[in-house]
């Protein structure tokens, strides 16, 4: 071998390592998905982006990534929801708190390098990421408009101009999307629709003259609120071939959030709602994109929550619509790497590639301790054929263990149901799993119980000195799903006037066998004249109640 021929091994080899180094070090991790930009229209890449899920509490979150109870974010995350079926992921970044004073508003280098870093990570699974600014629109959009309005759009303008310049040379991949949620602070509904439309206009023709591939890369455009009727009202979507219009879906909100004691949803009344709720922007905007950026439940009540996010997929894809569910660390824990409802999940990935899921009526069944009988399950199909019931991976057996009435009804045996409840086991004591042609699994869990026993409670109120009152209960198998609160004498409510019912999570919480009524619920009993007696009705999803008093001192 020449010295000619050795001196360019050597080279080479120099150059590999230095690459290889490079690498390990994170100091190039963004190379492969810059300056390769293959590019795909909207209504393209809305298919391909179809389902999404968002690291919500993250990024976003206030102060730091850390701050609101979730770990760090690692290139796992991005792993586990692909294997889910997830295509896509969208990643909230409030930026406030990392940036500096006008006039230049610079954002500081660890977080810009802590977003991009995310965003690689996310890239890397060859998923789309939509990156956006988040809280932002409340902790400082919103409630300096009104104050100065020019100066306010510039701040957002400079903000922008930073993260356009830092993703330019990204690949088609990577969306952006204006702002989150905008709402204006001392503007009307009228004026405030009318601003948000500027605001997307000025802030898409920042991007657009950003350099990079940002002329011609995706922007998801918000209305105001990102609400469909005020879409459907105010929203004018700016002159421009690549952009899609993200609204977010939460209605209703007593049954999403548990308020006023709604308990469940699935009514035809209630999917004729969802369907106009979505129609009216699909037909105000016929030829434009759409994604609903956010969805997701609050209330704790699994069957009915399964049932609604079938029907919502459904709905977005009649309409063209892709989906990115919310997960602010509720279902995905993202330190043990385990879905908390996975059930959720494989019906939202079912739903989300055309495919049916049957239900079952009731979604759990609770069977009182000593008070066994046939049970009747309803079956909804839709498209699919019943295939059998598994019991621990054994099949039951039609004619000895249930029988089929017709397709869409079966009853479970007394004597069945009686061999697998143990005396004095409540809770769940055995899960069923119903299997069907096409649709997931249907995880009817069994549910032994007895009446829940109030076992201690506060001794009585002090008017105007709101403290949280702590109930005891052994619940016995039952689950809690709501409470009432009002004047024992008069039945009038007390925290809202319309309804006795507290507000679900928001009023109450529970923690294993304890009941926490929060203060704020007491705040204004001392402007009431003459009461002097709380009646608290405690509701469980079996049927049972719970009554008592407290006296108001």
């Known amino acids: 071998m020449s010295k000619i021929e050795v001196d360019e091994m050597r080279e080479i080899f120099i150059l590999s390592l230095l690459i290889f180094l490079c690498l390990i070090s994170g100091k190039i991790y963004a190379t492969s998905y810059k300056g390769n930009f293959n590019y795909v229209d909207p209504y393209k890449a809305v298919e391909d982006m179809d389902p999404g899920w968002n690291l919500g ?9 850390t701050s609101w109870g979730n770990p760090k974010t690692e290139e796992y995350v991005f792993e586990d929801i692909k294997r889910m079926g997830f295509r896509s992921v969208r990643i909230p970044v409030t930026w406030v708190d990392h940036m500096g004073p006008a006039p230049d508003y610079k954002v500081d280098k660890e977080w810009m390098d802590r977003v991009e870093e995310v965003v690689n990570m996310a ?6 990421v939509i990156i956006n600014v988040h809280h932002d629109s409340w902790r400082w959009l919103s409630k300096e408009m009104k104050l100065d309005k020019e100066g306010t759009i510039n701040k957002l303008e400079k903000l922008w101009l930073q993260i356009a310049d830092r993703f330019k040379d990204y690949s088609e991949k990577l969306i952006f999307e204006i702002i989150n949620e905008p709402t204006y602070e001392g503007f009307s509904e009228q004026e405030a629709g009318a601003l948000q439309n500027e605001v997307n206009e000025r802030i898409l023709r920042v991007i657009r003259n950003s350099g990079g591939y940002n002329d011609r890369r995706l922007v998801v455009v918000p209305p105001l609120w990102t609400d469909t009727y005020k879409a459907e009202k105010y929203f004018v979507p700016p002159k421009d071939p690549n952009i899609i219009i993200g609204v977010h879906y939460y209605s209703p909100w007593d049954f999403t959030a548990n308020w006023w004691g709604r308990k469940s949803w699935g009514t035809d009344r209630d999917k004729e709602q969802m369907d106009k709720d979505i129609r009216i922007v699909r037909e105000k905007f016929p030829s434009y994109a759409f994604i609903i950026g956010e969805y997701g439940l609050f209330n704790g009540n699994k069957p009915a929550e399964w049932y609604y996010f079938d029907n919502l997929i459904r709905v977005a894809k009649k309409y063209k619509m892709a989906t990115f569910y919310w997960d602010n660390g509720e279902n995905y ?6 879905w908390r409802d996975e059930q959720a999940i494989k019906i939202i990935i079912n739903a989300s590639y055309g ?6 009526n009731p979604g759990v069944l609770y069977i009182k301790e000593n008070k066994v009988k046939d049970e009747s399950v309803e079956i909804e199909l839709n498209g699919n054929s019943f295939v059998g019931i598994y019991l621990n991976g054994k099949g039951l057996i039609q004619g000895k263990d249930y029988v089929q009435e017709s397709p869409n009804r079966l009853i479970l045996k007394k004597e069945f149901l009686k061999n697998i409840l143990t005396p004095q086991s409540y809770g769940v004591v055995a899960r069923l799993n119903f299997k069907f042609t096409e649709s997931v699994d249907y995880p009817l869990d069994i549910v032994q119980y007895k009446d829940p026993v109030l076992l201690d409670k506060p001794f009585n109120i002090i008017s105007g000195v709101p403290t949280d009152l702590k109930f005891i209960i052994a619940f016995n198998g039952a689950r809690l799903c709501a409470i009432k609160v009002f004047d024992a004498k008069t039945g009038r409510p007390i925290r809202d006037s319309w309804t006795p019912y507290l507000r679900g999570w928001d009023d109450f919480s529970v923690i294993d066998s304890q009941v926490i009524i929060k203060k704020h619920v007491f705040e204004n009993l001392s402007k009431y004249q003459n009461i002097d007696s709380l009646k608290i009705i405690f509701e469980f999803l079996s049927g049972e109640i719970i009554e008592t008093t407290l006296k108001v001192i």
Not at 333 to 338: E, F, L, M, S, T
Request: aromatic share 8%; net charge positive; charged share 45%.
């Open 333 to 338: 824990d993202r330190r043990n790497r385990v």
């Open 57 to 65: 509490n993250a990024l976003d979150a206030i102060p730091d990534e």
């Open 123 to 128: 890239l890397k699974k060859d998923l789309y």
């Open 355 to 360: 495919k049916r899921n049957a239900f079952l």
